[in-house]
């Protein structure tokens, strides 16, 4: 069975840092498009950046500059360098998989990914 399990989630202060990762299973890791969406309590789910299987990264404009994906296909893990946090950067954070490389449309679309975590939740006050 597929899998996407994130951790390292949590409270934060103005200007902090957190790293999440998401750990996967049950699929061909490395060849996926992996991304972060991020849901703020009455807001709907937004892209926060995405990771291609060659290691290019694609960000959201709020996040360019603070935030940094990354990925070890040989753990099958993905990472969310997250800096300098702010309280609009407060939601739940999925993990989600694309079997199809990240296009210039689809990077951004929720409905192009295959699967999705259950979420870690970043708090920032």
Not at 35 to 64: C, H, L, M, N, W
Request: include cysteine.
């Amino acid at each position: 069975d597929v899998q996407l399990v994130e951790s390292g989630g949590g409270s934060v202060q103005a200007g902090g840092s957190l790293r999440l990762s998401c750990a996967a299973s049950g699929f061909r890791y490395s060849s996926y498009c992996m991304a972060y969406f991020r849901q703020a309590p009455g807001k709907e789910r937004e892209v926060v950046a995405a990771i291609d299987s060659d290691g290019s990264t694609t960000y959201t404009d709020s996040v360019r500059g603070r935030f940094t994906i990354s990925r070890e296909n040989a753990e099958n893990t993905m990472f969310l360098q997250m800096n300098d946090l702010r309280p609009e950067d407060t939601a739940m954070y999925y993990c989600t998989a694309d079997r199809i490389p990240c296009g210039p449309l689809s990077w951004s679309d929720e409905d192009a990914y295959d699967h999705r975590g259950q979420g870690t939740q970043v708090t920032v006050s």
